[in-house]
């Protein structure tokens, strides 16, 4: 059956025909039909990369090169030319084809946007290169496509923001809050991303001034690896899971980096990973095997990495710059292990940069940084750490009280001495004072007077240093709220938490995102963001913390308050710093943090910061999107929201409906809105054809949603009888994907399936057989079977057609296109893989009209959406399902969030979908946001457009 051999049947078409590009002596034509399909292909089946985004990379990055002369001017003949060009091929039927046509409306928006406007113009053909930045332009040459050693020049920084702009923007990492946000930008708001993108590389930060108060973030030092840590099962056999070892751009990475051998590469590949892995199936990532290859190449182990990195660096502070000491040319074990992490670093830039634009993400990254920089020193996670509670045990402010209570008290007994002594001397003046009266000769009184008045400056001394006693005491007692108060503001000054793209400190499951969240940067008082230090360990941590508390002393010691108590306060900030050096402070500061998030602390802490999520420099966090919006886009108060909780999908799809029916919504017109779920921030895009109809016209929500969505789905699914032709076929393909361990046993199980079904009751029958047998045995957790495949499936499959009418379909879905009728050549090729087939699934006939499409226009490219007009066309003919309200988008590479009616449940649910709707699959972690279960989180749409608006 055709579905067996996924898409490569089409691939092979594709690749041999539509060569337009091939055969064009424009470039311009050239690097907008992208041809390498084999490549792409085989990048998709590999999967470690999206073939899609590598796709789109390329074709922007060849594209801004040639945009921008070698002088840095804009060709604006060529932005014409190139907009003629892709007017002309603007869909594609083919691989890939339901993914690259937004991304070709987006640059064919962009490339429009530059010839109509003088200002964008301006902005890019202004822009020059960075002076004072190496990672700025390490940046710029790695979206450019440069050599490493090669210069940057005005012309190389003009192409890579041009790249950046032309580059469609996705989430790659746990970074919603703000990727929704800079896709708006992005997208919407090209002269706000051009000035930020100039600000960034001149200045290496993004400022905010507003309200009398300006925001700063440093330029973040990684464009992230997310889709380097990908996790893939890996099984000891190669013709199990997906070949990772075939991936073109892996082996390209692994040759740039000298991995080499004498026998084929992806063969090499594969027997280091499986020798690495005990030859047992496990969980494996792109970055797991460029770190095998490498620990191969040069013979390291695990153990001798760890040693390397927990060793004390040898930091170098001038000023200019901080850098770690170099290490020596020979080949010690500490050099192997650095060479070894050089080439995992260039071997990782040059694996990412593939689908990711480096500028585009660094930016995103950066904006990231802005949901935490308004917040007061007392919410940051630092403050939690240092324990400014006098009652926290090993905290600074207990040691602060404690020192301070000691001072005072030790300053009192020194008052009540001295307060004695003064007594005992006052008697005596009191004495000398008789004396005086009944002195019989002048000698007597001379020498009583000499004695009274020696006896009246020990008097005045002492209550001199009384007076003084007493006023170190009393300013003793202030300073502990005085110290707290200034370290709070000096903290600020000294510190940031800005967003880490990046995040090693934390390991993540094989089903979890990469994790992303805020860091700690020592700024050491200095404004470049290229001087500050990135805190990535526990050593760094209690070193910033004592240069902090060491540099900030003369600075309090100015001040007026402190005059008379330098040496006390010198005492204190001296103990403070020894405090912090002590395992007992680094302790507790791990205890107030997990008291602070709720989160468990692990037994000995300080052996296990592996396990240790919230640390005080480094903590992931989803980062709040309301504070970004208000940072960043400069809003003294926080965004407009309209929110609720609900209890079903229905209940959520109406309100949205009536949430865009009021008058009180800004900006809907066009564009997107910035819309969360309880855990994720995203797209609400209006003008999706089924959803825009909902709200724009007058009708009762829940009553359109009953008719207009769910009726069309249950009458079709009701006539969708799934009899014995078609449960043959779809028992073949619940087969495919079975984890390996149950398809022996489903060869035999299917023969025992009844043939006569409706889908819901097909899908419940076999979900229940498939759950029996995994219960039966233990199943390896690589094998893990996900049901929601077989609703997916469902989804994709039905209803199926007789080949008869299949045949016909497409004869008549073509004609519409191509006005006329398919060759009986093109017929036959399309059928050739069904032979002896009796049924055809819906995305089988879909495919074959693709596939027929091609071989009929002899073309890759259409100026019109051919294959809306396929699917619109097998939908209004009842071969296809109806398609699903989308209606956001899901800031994923893919996705597209809409409501669908599962045929395997027959209810409304929440399903992310491809942008034609032809595949998808039910989002059920979110489940309990849906059903009521939770209550303590809402849905919310920010409804003020303007105030994300530059």
């Not at 000995?604 to 980062?623: A, F």
């Amino acid at each position: 059956m055709i579905q067996t051999k996924g898409l490569q049947p089409f691939i092979q078409e594709t690749a041999s025909l539509g060569k337009e590009g091939e055969d064009s002596s424009s470039e311009i034509v050239k690097a907008l039909s992208f041809q390498k399909f084999e490549w792409l292909e085989a990048i998709e089946r590999a999967g470690l990369q999206e073939a899609i985004s590598v796709r789109n990379v390329l074709k922007c990055r060849k594209l801004a090169n040639l945009l921008i002369t070698p002088e840095g001017a804009l060709n604006l003949k060529l932005f014409q030319e190139a907009v003629k060009v892709l007017k002309e091929c603007l869909y594609s039927p083919g691989f890939l084809g339901e993914y690259e046509t937004k991304r070709n409306l987006q640059l064919l928006s962009a490339l429009e946007a530059f010839l109509s406007s003088r200002d964008l113009q301006r902005l890019l053909s202004n822009l020059k290169m960075p002076t004072a930045s190496r990672h700025a332009e390490d940046v710029i040459r790695e979206t450019a496509g440069a050599k490493d050693d090669e210069p940057v020049t005005d012309a190389m920084t003009r192409r890579a923001a041009l790249c950046a702009f032309f580059t469609t923007l996705r989430q790659s990492l746990g970074s919603c809050f703000a990727t929704a946000p800079s896709i708006i930008v992005h997208d919407e708001q090209p002269l706000a991303f051009f000035k930020d993108i100039e600000e960034l590389l001149l200045t290496g930060k993004l400022r905010r001034t507003f309200a009398g108060r300006e925001l700063s973030v440093p330029m973040s030092p990684s464009w992230g690896k997310g889709i380097l840590k990908r996790p893939l099962p890996f099984f000891a056999l190669k013709d199990e899971g997906s070949p990772f070892w075939e991936c073109p751009i892996l082996q390209e990475t692994l040759t740039s980096i000298e991995i080499s051998t004498d026998k084929n590469l992806g063969e090499y590949i594969f027997t280091t990973v499986l020798a690495a892995c005990g030859g047992q199936a496990t969980w494996i990532s792109a970055e797991d095997v460029l770190s095998i290859m490498l620990m191969q190449k040069w013979e390291v182990t695990q153990k001798d990495i760890q040693d390397y990195e927990m060793r004390p660096k040898q930091l170098i502070q001038s000023d200019l710059m901080m850098h770690v000491a170099q290490a020596s040319p020979s080949r010690s074990k500490g050099d192997k292990v650095q060479r070894y992490l050089e080439d995992l670093e260039k071997g990782s830039k040059i694996f990412c940069a593939m689908s990711e634009c480096p500028l585009l993400k660094t930016w995103e990254f950066t904006i990231a940084s802005f949901a935490e920089v308004r917040l007061e020193f007392g919410m940051w996670n630092l403050y939690t750490s240092l324990g400014f509670n006098y009652d926290q045990v090993g905290g600074i402010a207990s040691i602060l009280y404690e020192r301070i209570t000691r001072f005072i008290e030790m300053t009192k007994r020194e008052v009540e001495d001295k307060q004695e002594e003064y007594n005992g001397i006052a008697a005596q003046v009191y004495f000398l004072e008789g004396r005086v009266k009944t002195a019989s000769t002048e000698q007597e009184v001379r020498w009583i007077k000499g004695e009274y008045q020696a006896r009246q400056v020990e008097l005045y001394n002492i209550k001199k240093q009384v007076d003084d006693a007493v006023e170190r005491s009393n300013k003793m007692a202030n300073l502990y709220n005085l110290l707290l108060d200034l370290y709070g503001k000096l903290f600020s000054n000294y510190f940031q938490e800005v967003y880490d793209a990046d995040m090693h400190d934390v390991q993540a499951g094989p089903f979890d995102d990469s994790p992303a969240g805020f860091r700690l940067v020592y700024k050491h008082g200095r404004s470049n963001p290229g001087l500050w230090t990135r805190i990535t360990n526990a050593s760094e941590y209690i070193e910033a913390l004592a240069s902090f508390f060491s540099i900030t002393e003369q600075q309090i010691m100015d001040m007026p308050e402190i005059k008379g108590i330098e040496k006390d306060l010198t005492s204190i900030i001296s103990q403070i710093i020894a405090h912090v050096r002590t395992e007992e402070f680094l302790e507790s500061a791990f205890r107030r943090m997990a008291e602070a998030h709720g989160t468990r602390l692990p037994q000995k802490p300080l052996q296990h910061m592996d396990m240790i999520e919230k640390k005080p420099w480094v903590y992931t966090s989803g980062g709040s999107m309301h504070a970004l919006v208000q940072s960043y886009f400069r809003r003294e108060d926080s965004p407009i929201e309209s929110s609720r909780w609900v209890e079903s999908e229905t209940e959520l799809l109406a309100f949205l409906i009536d949430l865009l029916r009021q008058r009180s919504i800004v900006g809907l017109k066009k564009g997107s809105f910035l819309m969360h779920s309880p855990t994720h921030a995203f797209l609400l895009t209006p003008h999706e054809a089924l959803f825009s109809y909902s709200w724009s016209h007058d009708i009762h929500s829940y009553a359109w949603i009953k008719q207009a969505v769910v009726d069309p789905s249950l009458k079709l699914l009701s006539q969708s009888v799934i009899g014995e032709g078609v449960a043959e076929e779809l028992l073949l393909r619940i087969e495919e994907i079975l984890p390996r361990g149950l398809r022996s046993w489903w060869r035999d199980a299917k023969y025992t399936v009844p043939k006569f079904f409706i889908p819901h009751e097909f899908a419940r029958y076999i979900k229940q057989l498939i759950s029996e047998r995994i219960s039966s045995f233990q199943v390896k957790s690589v094998e893990r079977f996900n049901f929601e495949s077989i609703d997916s499936l469902l989804y994709s499959a039905l209803p199926y057609s007789t080949k008869n009418k299949a045949e016909s379909l497409l004869q008549e879905a073509l004609q519409s296109i191509l006005n006329r009728a398919v060759s009986p050549k093109t017929i036959e090729i399309v059928f050739q893989d069904f032979q002896g087939r009796q049924y055809i699934a819906a995305d089988e006939l879909l495919l074959m009209c693709r596939r027929a499409l091609i071989l009929e226009a002899n073309k890759l490219y259409f100026p019109s959406d051919v294959l809306q007009t396929l699917v619109t066309y097998l939908r209004s003919q009842g071969a296809f399902l109806p398609p699903p309200l989308i209606f956001a988008d899901s800031n994923w590479v893919k996705d597209h969030f809409a409501f669908v009616v599962n045929p395997a449940t027959l209810r409304l649910e929440f399903w992310s979908v491809d942008p034609y709707g032809i595949k998808g699959e039910p989002i059920s972690h979110w489940k309990m946001w849906l059903d009521g279960s939770r209550k303590e989180r809402n849905w919310g749409v920010f409804t003020n457009k303007v105030q994300y608006s530059t």
